[in-house]
């Protein structure tokens, strides 16, 4: 691995700080711990991916292997936002991690869902931590994450990509 961050290609996250050679990068034990403790998922959904840095910060989950560095476009899916004061998660991390969260999930009555898949401003009963959150509404007696939001002074701020933003 190189000891300077390429924003050209997939460098493999180290296992802990102590293999780290590129300052910043955040490390595999790091980005896991976020998710288990901001959103109380098990480090065990994680063993078998691997973990990229493409960029400053963006992180990506793959479920496979490769050899690192990696010169392609795209590998696995967009995970998370690092190297900022807030980690944030993406919206394709949220959709497919995030049924199993079992903290800081705000379900949302159908008409805030809406207007959040909307990219809309809401107000939802909440008395969670602020930050980011998972956003989700109940279906066919499941809870399903819908995206990712940002609560803040009592308000749920829409992070839904402009791209997949829908009105029902």
Do not use: C
């Amino acid at each position: 691995m190189s000891a300077e961050n390429d924003g050209g290609r997939f460098d493999r996250l180290p296992a802990t700080a102590e293999d780290r050679s590129v300052e910043g990068r955040p490390t595999r034990t790091e980005v896991i711990g976020w998710w288990t403790d901001r959103f109380g998922l098990k480090p065990e959904l994680f063993e078998s991916y691997t973990f990229w840095e493409k960029g400053a910060g963006k992180i990506w989950i793959f479920a496979a292997d490769l050899e690192s560095p990696a010169a392609v476009e795209g590998l696995g899916m967009t995970f998370l936002r690092a190297r900022q004061e807030h980690w944030k998660p993406t919206t394709d991390a949220v959709q497919r991690f995030g049924r199993a969260a079992e903290r800081n999930v705000v379900v949302l009555e159908e008409a805030d869902a809406k207007a959040f898949l909307h990219g809309e401003t809401t107000d939802p009963a909440w008395d969670g931590d602020w930050g980011y959150l998972i956003a989700a509404h109940e279906i066919a007696g499941g809870i399903e994450p819908i995206g990712v939001g940002l609560y803040l002074y009592g308000e749920l701020r829409s992070q839904m990509p402009k791209g997949r933003q829908r009105e029902f």
